[in-house]
């Protein structure tokens, strides 16, 4: 079964770190871009950040530049979100979905349940 499962979210204070993990199975990770997105309470799902497949490179939503790090394990076929300085406003669900390339503006398969992350005093 082709899937993507998200874990490694929880509660955090504000300033706080976090790192996600999208774990790949029934597909080689090594041929798809992988994109994480986040949906908060009443908002739409939006795109945080996306890497390749080949060269490994990365694209990053304005408001988490230079906080969130994208990586990739093909060896571990794991996606990683290094989530640093987290915000309130960083509440939201987080899922990661494969794609052609980046940005991912169209995703294969579907939404796997994602994972919760809080970020609170």
């Known amino acids: 079964q082709l899937q993507l499962v998200e874990s490694g979210g929880g509660l955090v204070q504000p300033g706080g770190s976090l790192r996600l993990s999208c774990a790949a199975s029934?597909?080689?990770?090594?041929?798809?871009?992988i994109g994480w997105f986040r949906q908060a309470p009443g908002k739409e799902r939006e795109g945080v950040s996306c890497?390749?497949?080949?060269?490994?490179?990365?694209n990053y939503a304005d408001s988490v530049k230079g906080r969130f790090t994208i990586s990739r394990d093909n060896g571990k076929r794991t996606v990683y979100l290094q989530m640093n300085s987290l915000k309130p406003e960083d509440t939201a669900v987080y899922y990661c979905?494969?794609?052609?390339?980046?940005?991912?503006?169209?995703?294969?398969?579907?939404w796997g349940q994602g994972t919760q992350v809080t970020v609170s005093s």
């Open positions: 979905a494969r794609g052609s390339h980046c940005p991912l503006n169209l995703i294969f398969g579907s």
């Open positions: 029934g597909f080689t990770l090594d041929y798809y871009a």
């Open positions: 890497i390749s497949s080949s060269s490994g490179s990365t």
